[in-house]
């Protein structure tokens, strides 16, 4: 007898229907799977047997075939033990064909029947909601997950006889609430800017980092604050919106990083890989390639600490991604795309000692010190909007009981910001002032004949590239929308300048 049961796969991110068949034939015993299975989808015979006999359904040897289509989707995981062990009951007449109609099974069984949690559940659910699935039975542990995604009904199963049961009518699974929002409740953050003694500077620049969306590099000594300012960079970005969050989700679903019993992930996540991470684990891949870092920091931050420890290949690599917000893996059987649109913020000492222009601590020769720079490669700077000299904080200001500012206040000045920059940006289809492509530049930052008079001056004076002189630009919209002000005004284009000193001090200039 046959019968076909629907499931779901991951590809990337992006879910994939499967249609699991299972034939029961009289014949010499066998259990085939067919299907362009991974090895540990073949494993599931053994699996789907066992777990079958122990939950209390035994059937005679018969010749068993399991054929997952379409036949050009290669096929990973765990997931289809429950299709491939409902099929097969449906195939031996314990559950009759018509009650699988329009169910879209997944979960993976232990040898004693228990339902364990799968990988996907979020993309798999969105897609058969779009495929019209009226609805999909998943592990417990999956099922805030996948109730998550509305107009689909999403039942939560412990075991094998539990979906038996209610396939039968014995006894029913509960069925989630589609309309009951299984969205985390905004979880406030544990840190705060107000826990930042001092340091006035280096919180301007990345408040204006934020609110232009500019990727931000602090250069300063050991213990300066550099990684404590960057840890919080997401408690002053805006709020995620449904469909950012739906986004993080899928890609740590897919990631198996996802905790059990979770829903929606409605915090900004911050990733900060060591840096003695490969290229692989940053960027994203494997044989079946799986999100890396930089995905897993998508709407986020992702924070480069010791920058310049980092393999130089490593950093090379971030390029293309950084500029496209995605990133494509390709593979025989096919490309996978994961999406990474992250703020990317970056530390590194100034000096191979990390104390330079103190020379009171710092010994390093002038070629030592170029040295290290060098390191620090043009295409590197080049991503870098703002780049910011960070110093120690002095002992009266770490000490002071000054009153710092919350992050809530900040951010609510970053927020204005940006209203702003996505309503003047918003023909050209962007939202933030660091993606003005250059040759709308002039149109979007109207400069008066004194600022552009300014803006020479300091291109020669600074001997500036085009590219240093852009992102000076871009800085000053975004620090004139900060102001509140429509006008780029000299201020503006002065402290936008201060951001780029970086430029001068790679070329060897000593400032
Ligand atoms: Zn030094």
Do not use: W
């Not at 789907?48 to 379409?70: D, E, M, Q």
């Not at 412990?158 to 905004?186: F, G, I, R, T």
């Not at 120690?392 to 770490?398: K, N, S, W």
């Amino acid at each position: 007898m046959f019968n076909k049961v629907l499931s779901g796969t991951l590809h990337g991110v992006e879910g994939r229907l499967i249609v699991v068949e299972a034939d029961v034939s009289e014949g010499l015993p066998t259990f085939n799977m067919v299907g362009f299975l991974a090895s540990e989808v073949r494993e599931a015979s053994d699996r789907v047997r066992t777990a079958l006999n122990n939950s209390g359904y035994h059937f005679s040897p018969k010749r068993i075939t399991i054929n997952l289509s379409p036949a050009d989707i290669r096929k990973e995981g765990a997931s289809f033990d429950l299709p491939i062990s409902i099929a097969l009951l449906a195939s031996y007449g314990l559950i009759p064909s018509e009650s699988l109609d329009g169910i879209l099974f997944m979960g993976e069984l232990s040898l004693n029947g228990d339902l364990k949690p799968v990988r996907g559940v979020l993309s798999i659910v969105d897609l058969a909601r779009n495929c019209g699935i009226k609805k999909v039975i998943l592990p417990y542990d999956n099922r805030f997950e996948g109730a998550i995604i509305p107009e689909i009904e999403v039942y939560g199963a412990s075991s094998l006889k539990d979906v038996v049961d209610h396939l039968l009518d014995n006894k029913l699974l509960e069925k989630m609430d589609a309309n009951q929002h299984y969205v985390e409740k905004v979880k406030p953050y544990a840190i705060d800017f107000s826990q930042v003694k001092g340091q006035r500077s280096m919180k301007r620049a990345t408040e204006i980092a934020v609110a232009g969306r500019h990727n931000i590099l602090f250069m300063g000594p050991p213990g300066s604050g550099k990684s404590m300012i960057a840890k919080r960079v997401p408690t002053i970005m805006p709020e995620l919106s449904y469909e950012e969050s739906i986004e993080l989700t899928k890609i740590y679903s897919a990631k198996g990083m996802l905790k059990s019993n979770e829903g929606l992930i409605s915090t900004r996540p911050f990733r900060s890989p060591h840096h003695s991470i490969t290229a692989h684990s940053l960027i994203g891949g494997g044989n079946v390639p799986s999100p890396g870092e930089i995905s897993l920091a998508h709407n986020g931050v992702l924070f480069l600490d010791e920058l310049l420890e980092f393999q130089k290949n490593t950093i090379e690599m971030l390029r293309q991604p950084t500029e496209e917000g995605q990133v494509t893996i390709s593979r025989i059987n096919g490309s996978y795309t994961f999406p990474c649109d992250f703020m990317l913020v970056a530390a590194m000492n100034p000096c191979p000692c990390g104390y330079y222009p103190d020379r009171a601590k710092c010994y390093c020769t002038p070629n030592q010190i170029k040295r290290y720079m060098n390191k620090l490669s043009q295409p590197m700077i080049d991503r870098m909007d703002i780049c910011i000299h960070v110093k120690r904080i002095p002992y009266d200001e770490l000490y002071s009981d000054s009153i710092e500012e919350t992050s809530a206040v900040i951010k609510e000045r970053i927020c204005k910001a940006l209203d702003i920059q996505r309503e003047r940006l918003k023909e050209f289809g962007i939202n933030y002032n660091s993606e003005i492509p250059s040759q709308k530049l002039d149109e979007v930052c109207k400069l008066s004949r004194k600022e552009l008079a300014m803006r020479r001056d300091l291109f020669e004076k600074y001997n500036l590239t085009a590219r240093g002189a852009s992102k000076i630009m871009k800085v000053s919209r975004t620090i004139a929308d900060l102001n509140g002000s429509d006008a780029v005004c000299e201020k503006h284009l002065f402290e936008a300048l201060s951001y780029r000193m970086i430029d001068l001090y790679n070329g060897g200039q000593n400032l």
